[in-house]
């Protein structure tokens, strides 16, 4: 409606018609005298109505080159405002509650197909293939994933992870049937090791003689050996390989068939030497050598003639005494390394009750936990706490000792010994 405070009778009569209500709006007598003001004009006027409804009622000047010429007012309901702004509010309240149902219903079945479902389909093919151990299957399995996340990602990898193990068993059932056929082998090699070695020790008045050779692996390189060369000249050899395994202990088999073919077609242990040496030294591409001690015992005399390539100082125990080191000077090179080499021997003589002990140094460089060695100090208190004891119980005390300094430590070298004495005067009581 519009309320003007013009004279002009037409729109007095429609003011008039407002007029009558200046007790409701107070503001229309101001308006009508003349007299408003800024502070009177843009009031809102609120009524309770007999219903309980609320009016309201605003108004908003007009002005014509400056003189206020209409008002205008709005008369409105606000109770019926009221509810249709709260119908709606809980229209779009309700939509929105049913938009938010829809969009998780939407977002937990897109979860559901692109990770829920394949995750239950890896670990279904997982499964299968735990049981079954069939790739093929697995990599069909895993083949049906078709998303390109993560989970696809991870359905490849595990295909490709099945084709790997069954690869890698297959593998693996062909090196374990490979290292049985090569375990075998090696039993077979210690067997034939072990009996090229001497173990019946002679059965004589004269002499006393045990040896033994424990290999680090299933063969070794170190070998002993003791034969008659005639009725009586004993030769006695205790020898190591360079190397361990296989290769060792061919290299082992050729060293002792030389060293005993050449002594006994009576050759001076320095000889026998120098043609060992010589056939070593022939076709050796692998340049392997052995250590040797090679001695000829006269059983008649005590009397022994030796020569010493590269090996180990013998142990020597005369008669009541206690055992020792000794020393040759004429020590010479290992065989097999210099093709023109010339070795020398030396002689002593066992008194009847000695007793010559020769090793490999496996013996003196056996290594505890703190790679401490054994060292011949500790061999010679060994074998000193019974010194006139029969060899075999040398080479037990000897042994015991050695693995009681070892402890648990792993045997990294072959332990050879070999153990005679000398008791002539046997036959002569006899």
């Not at 499964?127 to 390109?148: F, L, P, W």
């Not at 361990?244 to 077609?265: D, E, H, Q, R, T």
Request: hydrophobic share 40%; aromatic share 10%; net charge negative.
């Amino acid at each position: 409606m519009e309320c003007s405070p013009e004279t002009d009778q037409t729109q007095n009569h429609r003011l008039g018609e407002y007029w009558s209500k200046e007790e409701k709006y107070p503001f229309l007598s101001t308006l009508q005298s003349g007299e408003a003001d800024a502070e009177d004009i843009g009031i809102i006027y609120y009524e309770l109505t007999e219903n309980h409804e609320t009016k309201v009622v605003t108004t908003a000047p007009v002005f014509l080159d400056g003189t206020l010429r209409y008002v205008v007012c709005l008369e409105y309901g606000w109770t019926a405002f009221a509810d249709i702004l709260n119908q709606n509010l809980r229209s779009i309240a309700l939509w929105g509650v049913v938009s938010l149902l829809i969009v998780n219903v939407l977002l937990i079945l897109f979860i559901y197909f692109k990770a829920v479902r394949p995750m239950v389909q890896v670990n279904s093919g997982i499964h299968a293939y735990m049981e079954t151990k069939d790739s093929a299957a697995a990599v069909q399995s895993m083949g049906r994933i078709r998303q390109k996340n993560e989970v696809g990602r991870l359905a490849d990898s595990i295909a490709a992870m099945a084709v790997e193990i069954d690869r890698s068993a297959k593998e693996n059932l062909r090196l374990h049937g490979e290292r049985e056929r090569v375990a075998a082998e090696l039993d077979l090699a210690a067997k034939i090791q072990k009996d090229s070695l001497p173990t019946l020790f002679p059965d004589r008045q004269d002499i006393q003689l045990f040896a033994s050779m424990v290999p680090a692996n299933e063969v070794g390189g170190d070998f002993y050996d003791f034969f008659l060369i005639d009725d009586d000249h004993l030769g006695l050899v205790i020898a190591d390989v360079s190397g361990k395994g296989v290769p060792a202990a061919l290299f082992m088999m050729v060293s002792k068939n030389l060293i005993k073919n050449y002594a006994m077609m009576g050759l001076s242990p320095a000889e026998v030497l120098n043609r060992t040496n010589a056939s070593l030294c022939e076709n050796n591409s692998n340049r392997m050598f052995v250590t040797v001690w090679f001695g000829v015992l006269d059983l008649a005399n005590g009397h022994i003639v030796a020569a010493n390539g590269g090996h180990e100082y013998p142990m020597l125990r005369q008669a009541n005494g206690d055992f020792e080191l000794f020393k040759e000077k004429k020590h010479g090179m290992v065989l097999g390394a210099l093709k023109r080499k010339t070795y020398t021997e030396y002689a002593f003589d066992l008194e009847p009750g000695g007793t010559l002990f020769v090793y490999t140094d496996g013996a003196p460089e056996a290594t505890d936990a703190r790679e401490k060695m054994f060292g011949t100090d500790r061999m010679l208190e060994a074998l000193n706490q019974r010194p006139d004891a029969e060899p075999d119980a040398l080479l037990q005390s000897m042994q015991s000792a050695i693995d009681q300094f070892v402890g648990d430590a792993p045997q990294f070298d072959d332990l050879t010994m070999l153990c005679v004495k000398y008791l002539p005067h046997k036959e002569e009581t006899t």
